[in-house]
């Protein structure tokens, strides 16, 4: 079982960046790839970013062009979304996930392909 604790979130402007932080419990760590996903009112939940279990690859939303950067230290059993120029559009509830898996090469936009989430934290972006 793996429990995460995502913090980081709130209220921020155009053009400001915030960083989320998710916490894990899980004794390896490392076997997990990690990804974050989002879901704004109304919305379904869609993909932001993915990171492989060793840090190597990551993966991210198209829509995103680029200002996002998401990280981990294994070492803290921590992954990180950096995110950058934040937009109005991206205001949603943030939920850091995780599966079990060693590739690099797949991450699911699916969220029924993730195995453990966490219980999300809201970004606002006002103009």
């Known amino acids: 079982q793996v429990q995460l604790a995502e913090s980081g979130g709130g209220l921020a402007q155009v053009g400001d960046s915030l960083k989320l932080s998710c916490s894990a419990s899980?004794?390896?760590?490392?076997?997990?790839?990690m990804g974050w996903f989002r879901q704004a009112p109304g919305k379904e939940r869609e993909f932001v970013a993915g990171i492989s279990w060793n840090g190597n690859s990551q993966y991210y939303a198209d829509s995103l062009e680029g200002r996002f950067t998401i990280s981990r230290v294994n070492a803290k059993n921590t992954v990180y979304l950096q995110m950058n120029s934040l937009k109005p559009e991206d205001s949603a509830i943030y939920y850091c996930?995780?599966?079990?898996?060693?590739?690099?090469?797949?991450?699911?936009?699916?969220?029924?392909?993730?195995?453990?989430w966490g219980q999300g934290t809201l970004v606002t972006v006002s103009a």
């Open positions: 996930t995780a599966r079990a898996s060693y590739s690099s090469t797949y991450f699911p936009g699916n969220p029924d392909d993730w195995d453990y």
């Open positions: 899980a004794r390896a760590f490392s076997m997990y790839a």
